[in-house]
């Protein structure tokens, strides 16, 4: 069984250093938030084969604390992910981590918690929403990263 766990990027700052909405950093809240989802993570034994996280400044930071609890493999980079769509986010998944049997995907909303109703679904209209932090263990059916084939394994906010 091939898994996808979605990390939406915690908490950030509301501005970054240069005004830029991708510099924001994660505020004091979020990297508490972005420790306890690596803990999490550590304690449900969901070591992922395969990293990919947006080059916006808070998912990096994000997916730097996950990895002080779990030992993450190295993380790829891909500005693609920021502002990308549920189709886009499944095509990066496909080409940066074809092999792997569980990907870890740090991103941004609405993109992940439109790609996790396409997947459980089978259509992203009905995002149920992912606070900052929250992690969805999603479990492909057949290994088919394509719309209803997965089956939420576990959803947890710090």
């Known amino acids: 069984m091939r898994e996808l766990l979605l990390l ?3 908490e950030a700052m509301v501005a970054g250093p240069d005004g830029r909405d ?3 950093p994660l505020s004091l809240h979020g990297e ?3 420790r306890a989802a690596g803990v999490w993570l550590a304690d449900q034994g ?3 084969d395969a990293v990919l996280c947006s080059s916006a400044r808070r998912a990096q930071m994000t997916a730097d604390a996950v990895g002080k609890a779990l030992r993450l493999p190295s993380v790829q980079l891909l500005p693609a992910i920021y502002q990308a769509t549920p189709g886009d986010l499944l095509a990066l998944v496909e080409n940066h ?3 792997a049997r569980r990907v870890l995907l740090v991103g941004h909303n609405p993109g992940l918690e439109q790609l996790l109703a396409l997947l459980i679904e089978g259509r992203s209209e009905d995002a149920r929403g992912m606070a ?3 992690i969805a263990w999603v479990e492909l059916a057949d290994d ?7 089956r ?7």
């Not at 088919?144 to 997965?150: Q, R, T």
């Not at 939420?152 to 710090?158: F, G, N």
């Open 8 to 10: 939406r990027h915690a």
């Open 22 to 24: 991708i510099e924001r």
């Open 32 to 34: 508490a938030q972005a």
């Open 46 to 48: 969901a070591v992922p």
């Open 97 to 99: 981590a074809a092999d």
């Open 132 to 134: 900052p932090a929250t």
């Open 144 to 150: 088919a990263l394509e719309p209803g084939h997965g």
């Open 152 to 158: 939420l394994r576990a959803i947890w906010s710090p």
